[in-house]
């Protein structure tokens, strides 16, 4: 079993839909979660961060963590042209260190207008 | 310039050829990485350095070889490169300490021909 199993995609959405997108893992250690979104050509950008269980929200965005499913999601209300992208979600084990940070293989969304 | 930055944005190289990547950051981070990105996989963290001292190597072939002169320069030199070894070279940087994640640059795309 991978470590993050994430859904590639791709998704097409209307404009104005609410997106859900989602993360599975394997390692009960996990414990600081991140969404990163990555337009064509650029690099992964960080979009969202968690540390341990609950919910985050951030404007149109909201990050959940479900440490006992070990399940992640991000929901993006309002959808626009703009939130097309591929959206990497990414996990540790435990802060303050390098190089352990794991990825899934991302998510391509497409919102239409 | 702000972030991170790196050049060239693409290269295309013959098998036989010697070429350098190049990644510089502008955020006083102390530790750097190379992460390299193909399709349909998730990112592969190549090589961490922190305080220019390489803390990983993520069982690399030693046709990659990483350099870092100071803590806001990286290296990835290449030689005798396989058509698999293109892909899209992403660097970053993170501050320790600090655990909301890396910044990264807009990668080079190589191909190997």
């Known amino acids: 079993q991978k470590e993050v199993e994430q859904d590639p995609g791709p998704l097409s959405v209307p404009e104005g839909a609410i997106v859900s997108l989602n993360c599975t893992y394997s390692?009960?250690?996990?414990?600081?979660f991140m969404w990163y979104r990555q337009y064509s050509r650029k690099g992964p950008e960080l979009l969202m961060y968690?540390?341990?269980?609950g919910n985050k929200e951030d404007g149109r965005f909201t990050a959940q963590v479900d440490k006992s499913s070990k399940y992640i999601s991000l929901f993006i209300r309002d959808s626009q042209p703009s939130d097309s992208a591929t959206y990497l979600c990414?996990?540790?084990?435990?802060?303050?260190?390098?190089?352990?940070?794991?990825f899934g293989k991302g998510t391509k969304l497409s919102v239409k207008p | 310039e702000t972030g991170v930055t790196q050049t060239p944005r693409h290269l295309v190289m013959g098998m036989t050829n010697k070429k350098s990547l190049k990644c510089e950051q502008h955020?006083?981070?102390?530790?750097m990485y190379w992460y390299k990105q193909s399709a349909k996989k998730p990112l592969e963290l190549m090589f961490v350095y922190n305080f220019k001292e390489q803390t990983e190597n993520n069982s690399v072939p030693s046709r990659f070889s990483p350099e870092c002169p100071n803590s806001s320069h990286l290296f990835l030199h290449l030689h005798t490169l396989q058509p698999e070894d293109s892909a899209l070279y992403l660097c970053?940087?993170?501050?320790?300490?600090?655990?909301?994640?890396?910044?990264f640059g807009s990668g080079t795309r190589l191909t190997v021909v």
């Open positions: 968690t540390y341990s269980s």
């Open positions: 390692n009960s250690a996990f414990q600081y």
């Open positions: 955020l006083g981070h102390n530790a």
């Open positions: 990414a996990m540790r084990d435990y802060g303050g260190s390098q190089g352990n940070l794991i």
């Open positions: 970053a940087s993170s501050q320790d300490g600090v655990d909301y994640g890396y910044t």
